[in-house]
């Protein structure tokens, strides 16, 4: 029995939910109102005792084990939330290693350190005359002291030693001072404070720890903003100011604000709108964006100025790394193709000249929600600021239009999507559709946009019978997920296709919910969300005993899987065919669960409305339908192709 199982074999998931949620037994099932959005009328949430499992049917539609309703809940990694319901279950982890065991220890001095330093800041702040003028220039901003001590905001001193000698006096080293980034150390062995005279700004990772500062300088020295030099707690590309205090507001309206400025995003979370977080400059990485890529929505607030359109142009190259086809200068198809891989709706709110999200949230919060909420999408964004950059009029005009928009279309994943924008574009030009759709067109499949090819790789077992309607069919539904994880972690354009494919036949992107193994679950969520394992961030890579549990379990699934996928070329046609195949069959098997669930509350709880979800049940029905008639096709297709190779 794995690590896991064991676990969910000692905990009983009704104790669990039922410290957060009010259920009542019906039937065999317990139900309540969801824990995950709103909803005082009608309880739809169902834990199921037999299955140790739980599902929402209402506004989540989503459902899982302990893992997922813990993680969901109080907003933590798998690692993490492994830990947690490791403890409760009373089993001892692996020991670490030495070398684990040194790194935590450092780890740890450091977030020791950084912590004293901010209550040395803080204590500045408050108590000294000389921070008189940081105080002053907070008041002027109009932060409330509330605000204040809730981001912790602290004032260094302009002595060259004033930390140095506090933190020698608390017992850290000058070299953890200085692996911390609080202390500069001179070629001849001197060292002074980094910040001095400075209003000081926290800065914590997504569990609230502090790993750096910004420093604002109070008069006219340079730079303005100083910021903490990376270290083994802090990477300014990574993080995402605020992020531990606008976690569950993101998690609870699923969407994300990010603006340029700290005091944009602490402003913003005095005035109630508390989704909001800010990057570390104006240039938006990739890094950054997985840390919000479950979210639903991300709105950038950039301002109107030149500046701030290079802003958000910047910040659409994130995906540059990810996605090396990109040939713009600014290469925005990468971050258009990177949203759509992950599911985010991206959009761009541009605020009036001369404004920025500071000011016009103090001047009328409403004016900043409503221009949150109308927020428009990425791409119509950037075909409006590329027609403003060329005379439309003159052929000449059209013709770099066309050029910088058409790698920008051809990156747009969904069909119907892509057309639209296509449609959109040709007005602005006044060209003919036709000759837009072309270069698109052609652009994709001039191997800039790579495509699955055809080739001669051996394939999975392909029956020549109509396919059972069962695991039998491929495996075990275990199998059946493992295999389409390993197909996907060997051929990262694999997901793009089956979403592209999915969206063509009217269906949700594959998702975690099409699995039902907690392990694969979340395999499969940090394979879109983080990238390659060896992008994962490291508290998503090591387990409390140091080692490399979902690395590990990676290599054990590839293993596993090996001898099936002998010869997988990610780039041949047939192997993209078979994908799409797991995945139709990973769908059928979720609707059908969810189908029987609804029949069997329907059919044993009297008090079950249902009428509330003869809807929903319709829904998911035709779903079911649309992807067994697809699955069926490809059965007679395969079929007819056979019969002609044996002729």
């Not at 949430?45 to 109080?74: E, H, L, S, Y």
């Not at 606008?246 to 994300?256: H, K, Y």
Request: glycine share 6%; with cysteine.
């Amino acid at each position: 029995m794995s690590l896991i199982e064991e676990i969910k074999s000692r905990l009983d998931i009704v104790e669990i939910v039922g410290e957060s949620v009010k259920l009542r037994r019906s039937g065999k099932n317990y139900i309540g109102f969801c824990p995950f959005h709103h909803n005082v009328r009608t309880p739809a949430f169902v834990v199921f005792p037999d299955t140790q499992t739980w599902r929402c049917f209402g506004a989540c539609n989503t459902g899982g084990d302990i893992f997922q309703f813990i993680m969901k809940r109080d907003g933590l990694t798998f690692t993490e939330a492994l830990q947690v319901l490791a403890k409760r279950a009373g089993i001892p982890l692996e020991p670490k290693t030495p070398e684990a065991e040194a790194r935590e220890r450092e780890r740890a001095r450091l977030r020791e350190a950084m912590e004293a330093a901010t209550l040395f800041y803080q204590h500045q702040l408050r108590q000294t005359s000389e921070a008189e003028p940081a105080r002053a220039y907070l008041a002027a901003r109009g932060l409330a002291p509330e605000t204040i001590e809730r981001f912790a905001l602290g004032y260094s001193p302009s002595a060259w030693h004033a930390l140095i000698d506090h933190m020698l006096r608390r017992g850290f080293s000058m070299e953890e001072l200085q692996a911390a980034g609080l202390v500069v150390i001179r070629e001849d062995g001197t060292a002074f404070d980094r910040f001095r005279g400075r209003l000081m700004i926290p800065i914590r990772d997504p569990q609230g720890h502090v790993i750096g500062f910004g420093a604002r300088a109070l008069g006219d020295e340079e730079p303005k903003y100083l910021n903490s030099p990376q270290t083994l707690l802090f990477d300014k590309s990574a993080v995402l100011f605020a992020l531990d205090l606008a976690r569950a507001e993101i998690r609870r309206t699923g969407v994300a604000v990010i603006v340029e400025g700290y005091f944009d995003a602490i402003m913003a979370h005095q005035a109630g709108f508390t989704n909001v977080v800010a990057a570390l400059g104006t240039s938006l990485s990739e890094a950054q964006l997985r840390l919000l890529a479950r979210s639903k929505r991300l709105v950038l607030a950039l301002d109107a100025d030149p500046a701030g359109m290079h802003a958000v142009l910047r910040g659409l190259a994130s995906a540059r790394q990810a996605f090396p086809e990109t040939t713009l200068e600014f290469g925005p198809q990468g971050l258009i193709r990177l949203s759509g891989q992950l599911g985010v709706d991206l959009r761009v709110l541009t605020l009036p000249e001369g404004v920025d999200p500071d000011e016009l949230i103090r001047r009328d919060p409403q004016e900043w929600a409503r221009a949150v909420e109308g927020a428009r999408p990425v791409i119509a964004f950037l075909l409006d600021y590329l027609a403003g950059q060329h005379r439309l009029e003159d052929p000449k005009g059209k013709a770099g239009f066309v050029r910088e928009v058409v790698p920008i279309l051809a990156a747009i994943p969904d069909p119907v999507e892509r057309d639209v924008y296509i449609q959109q574009a040709a007005r602005m030009a006044r060209l003919n559709e036709r000759v837009l759709l072309e270069q698109v067109t052609s652009y994709r499949m001039s191997g800039q946009e790579r495509r699955p090819r055809r080739g001669s790789a051996p394939l999975l077992p392909v029956s020549s019978q109509k396919p059972k309607e069962g695991p039998e069919a491929i495996g075990s539904g275990m199998e059946a997920e493992a295999t389409l994880l390993a197909m996907l972690s060997l051929g990262p354009d694999l997901l793009p296709y089956l979403n592209v494919r999915f969206a063509e036949l009217g269906l949700e992107p594959l998702s975690e919910e099409d699995f039902l193994d907690s392990t694969h679950r979340v395999l499969f969520r940090n394979l879109t969300e983080l990238g390659p394992v060896e992008d994962w961030p490291e508290e998503e890579r090591e387990t409390p005993g140091g080692g490399s549990l979902l690395r590990t379990l990676w290599a054990q699934l590839i293993q596993r899987r090996e001898p099936l996928l002998r010869g997988f070329d990610p780039e041949d046609e047939r192997w993209a065919e078979e994908a799409l195949r797991l995945a139709l069959w990973l769908r059928e098997q979720r609707l059908r669960e969810i189908l029987e669930d609804l029949q069997a509350l329907t059919e044993s709880m009297p008090d079950w409305p249902q009428e509330e979800f003869m809807a929903k049940w319709q829904a998911l029905k035709e779903e079911l339908t649309q992807v067994q008639r697809f699955r069926y096709r490809r059965w007679l297709l395969d079929d007819r192709l056979s019969t002609v190779e044996r002729r």
